[in-house]
């Protein structure tokens, strides 16, 4: 029995060395690995002397070797947070558990992707701005953040550890602006209804709700109207339906709409084939936000003449940029960054001008005699 004690001590130690080895870099003591089964150690020096395996099961516990774990690091920044990711050896009892690779790998992926995403939203607006240093900066971050998201899966494929990894703070200096619109664009997105109200008498499982809208630009008499598809047996519909509208930033007249008029809307429930739509209710949104914003999302209360009803239309509006000119937007964000990389030879490297030249001019010599 003490036999079969100390070999199980023992492998249960080994596991707790290769464990630490495989997730971290912990280099351990060769003089602390146990002897295999049925070899005397060999005997040292006190100080030479490797630690002996304790009988008691709670102090092995609290000599175990060190564990890489994880620490999260906050770095906030004015609009959102990001969490910075490291490993450190530390024992098992100071950290909690160790995640699988498998999901860090996934979650540098992930980040290397929304980053990528971030800097060709940067680009195009730039671009659109006609800023072509910027453009040609978020352009290569935009590839640097690709090429990292491919090193990391060719990294997990073959297995080999997670990569060091920081973050760094990055402040953006650029404007408001919705790129996919023109300068003569207005786009309405009418979202949801919410507790919308219904026809006396009708049971709000059986409602068809329509919500119609009225923009008085350019005049009364051509205004620019439509409405959402009828969406059956919900006092809550969701429509997510858009509309682009158009506008005329320097017309006199749509100054005017947009400082006292705005968009006007009316709830609807569908009678029937051959009947008329009932007005259950009705609402307006004001514009004159946008003369700062370039987007606008609200929530928008139906009153029934002047009483309210306790429903709700959740509308967006959206212009290219605000329309008192652009605005100076700052923005901070934490960037992730590779101490290393995981695979250096991953990617080939990029050819020199010298080195054209030379195999231009070589002709038909072999890349054996360019390096001679």
């Known amino acids: ?49 490797p630690p002996l395996l304790s009988q008691d099961t709670s102090q092995e516990e609290d000599q175990a070797t060190p564990e890489a774990c994880w620490v999260k690091s906050i770095c906030t920044g004015p609009e959102t947070p990001c969490e910075q990711l490291e ?4 024992r098992p ?41 910027e453009t040609t900066r978020f352009e290569e971050l935009a590839e640097t953040s690709v090429q990292h998201a491919e090193e990391l899966r060719e990294s997990q494929r073959r297995g080999y550890p997670v990569p060091k990894h920081h973050t760094e703070e990055c402040i953006i200096n650029t404007f408001k602006i ?3 619109l023109t300068g003569n664009e207005l786009e309405l997105i009418i979202v949801r209804g919410i507790n919308l109200p219904a026809v006396t008498g009708a049971s709000s499982a059986h409602v068809d709700t329509i919500v119609r809208f009225e923009f008085q630009f350019p005049s009364l008499e051509e205004a620019q109207k439509d409405q959402t598809r009828p969406v059956k047996d919900s006092v809550n519909p969701v429509f997510n339906e858009h509309f682009k ?23 609807l429930h569908k009678e029937g084939l051959f009947k008329t739509d009932k007005v259950v209710g009705s609402g307006q949104l004001k514009l004159d936000s946008l003369d700062t914003q370039c987007e606008i999302r609200q929530l928008i209360e139906v009153m029934n003449r002047r009483k309210a009803t306790g429903g709700h239309v959740e509308v967006q509006v959206r212009v290219r940029e605000p329309l008192g000119g652009p605005q100076p937007h700052t923005v901070s964000q934490c960037w992730l960054v590779l101490d290393s990389l995981p695979i250096p030879w991953a990617l080939p490297p990029k050819s020199r001008p010298q080195e054209d030249n030379t195999r231009k001019a070589s002709g038909s010599r072999s890349s054996a005699c360019l390096l001679l």
């Open 1 to 49: 029995m003490e036999l079969a004690k100390r070999y199980y001590l023992t492998a249960k130690k080994l596991e707790s060395i290769a464990k630490a080895l495989k997730e971290g870099d912990f280099a351990p003591d060769i003089r602390s690995i146990p002897p295999p089964p049925g070899q005397t150690p060999q005997q040292s020096g006190p100080e030479d002397q």
């Open 87 to 90: 490993i450190r050896a530390c």
């Open 93 to 133: 009892t100071d950290c909690p558990a160790l995640p699988q690779a498998e999901d860090t790998y996934t979650y540098l992926i992930d980040l290397f992707l929304q980053q990528q995403q971030r800097c060709l939203s940067y680009c195009q607006q730039f671009s659109h701005m006609g800023n072509i240093e």
């Open 245 to 267: 509208l158009f506008v005329k930033k320097d017309h006199r007249a749509f100054k005017r709409v947009i400082l006292s008029k705005g968009i006007k809307f009316e709830i």
């Open 178 to 180: 919705n790129p996919d």
